[in-house]
């Protein structure tokens, strides 16, 4: 029996239920596992009043600081963030903020090891309260905690120190785990630990019903990601309005909204994109078994959800070369990986759109990613952390 601390802050909660929802899936799978005993620490970060009055505040301010979720025990304390500093002062006011609540959870848990589910400002904080407990503490690079968080000078020598204080790191992808590489983390304690997907829900239907459904008639494309810029909803929107009759709908809410919905207007777009918000992935499983493609054109990744779910649907996908791509995407059904440009990805949508496609091959290439290996994955890595603590000096010094 091992017993989990899982610290994120990438976690749903009553007033974002949809955020971070694999980090979710994971924590519930590795809590559901036979051999493990889990609570969950997922901090809030809020200004200092006034600030966290203001109405972005105000609904996460109100969320429960206890509660049971999904049949887990979490704790959602506060810690102070500080506007305007890059995040600089995060994972030390973190640590600072978790320091007693972690004292008085361990009476009763007296948890084995810290998982750190995001490198910042999880990370960082994870490292500091994993020597102060005397625990191996892990931690998990997921994408931009690395590629943004990891460049920034605010930040990034806080998430290099933590990648080499950590007893153990995870990356969801193998090119993730060279960006981390390239910035000074070790790679020899690196281990690649891929996503998982529900394979039951994201499956590969009869298209034409599943449009019908959703009232939608000729090609479909989805594009399933956060409206930021990163995510270039701009260049899937200037590749479709090159492609007549196409439709096109965003799953995701973000800061550009507003911007994608003047740049639809402006392209002549408005009677063929649908702005679809934040969906349960219920319904994000049934907008991409209608899609012919799924079109992400991404900045920067790990390995994106969005891909594994739209393959498990029996949709390809057109990406751009980051992240894991090339080794999600490792069949012609798959899809296209192009450049970021208008032309390349509007032909790579046309070509999918003309092609005679098997959507149960384009499946096989999600097959692998179940959540059932992901969790068995994470708890041998966890055992090995909490077996091997001790035998070597620490580097958390």
């Given at each position: ?52 009055k ?8 109100a ?12 704790f ?24 007693p609540?972690l ?11 810290i ?14 309260l ?20 990891g ?30 590489i390239?910035?000074?983390?070790p ?17 590969a ?5 599943a449009?019908?459904?959703l ?26 309005a ?14 550009d ?59 390809p ?8 791509a ?19 990805v ?16 384009v ?8 959540w ?22 620490s580097?958390?010094?």
């Open positions: 029996m091992i017993r989990v601390l899982t610290l994120s802050t990438l976690f749903p909660d009553a007033s974002r239920p949809t955020f971070g929802p694999f980090v979710e899936r994971q924590t519930l799978e590795l809590a559901a596992h036979p051999h493990v005993e889990l609570k969950i620490v997922s901090p809030r970060g809020l200004p200092p009043w006034p600030l966290s203001l109405n972005r505040y105000a609904a996460l301010a969320v429960p600081e206890h509660e049971t979720w999904k049949g887990v025990e979490i959602r304390p506060r810690f102070t963030h500080i506007p305007c500093t890059g995040g600089r002062f995060d994972a030390a006011m973190m640590a600072r903020a978790l320091a609540l004292k008085d959870i361990r009476k009763s848990f007296p948890f084995d090891v998982d750190a589910e995001f490198f910042f400002p999880d990370g960082p904080a994870a490292i500091a994993g020597k102060a407990f005397d625990v191996p503490v892990s931690i998990k690079a997921r994408g931009a905690d690395i590629q943004y968080w460049v920034q000078r605010p930040t990034a020598g806080q998430v290099r120190d933590a990648g080499g204080a950590a007893d153990g790191l995870l990356a969801v992808a193998d090119a993730l785990k060279t960006d981390m390239n910035i000074g983390i790679g020899d304690k690196i281990k690649v630990h891929y996503t998982g997907v529900d394979l039951s829900l994201f499956r239907g009869e298209r034409v019903a449009k019908a459904q009232g939608i008639a000729g090609p479909l494309v989805v594009s399933v990601g956060a409206l930021i810029p990163r995510k270039r909803q701009r260049l899937t929107m200037q590749a479709v090159t492609l007549p009759g196409v439709q096109l709908a965003f799953i995701g809410k973000g800061e909204l507003a911007v994608l919905q003047k740049e639809a207007q402006a392209l002549g777009l408005a009677g063929r994109v649908r702005f679809l918000g934040a969906l349960p992935h219920v319904q994000i499983a049934r907008w991409l078994a209608a899609a012919d493609v799924m079109c992400l054109p991404s900045a920067s990744e790990g390995l994106a959800n969005a891909w594994v779910e739209a393959l498990a649907c029996g949709t996908v057109v990406t751009t070369d980051v992240g894991g090339r080794e999600l995407m490792d069949r012609p059904e798959a899809g296209r990986i192009v450049e970021p440009e208008r032309g390349a509007a032909g790579a949508i046309s070509s999918l759109l003309t092609a005679d496609y098997d959507p149960h091959a499946r096989k290439t999600a097959e692998r990613f179940t059932q290996a992901n969790r068995d994955a994470l708890y041998a890595h966890l055992v090995g952390l909490v077996q091997g603590f001790g035998k070597h000096p580097s958390r010094t």
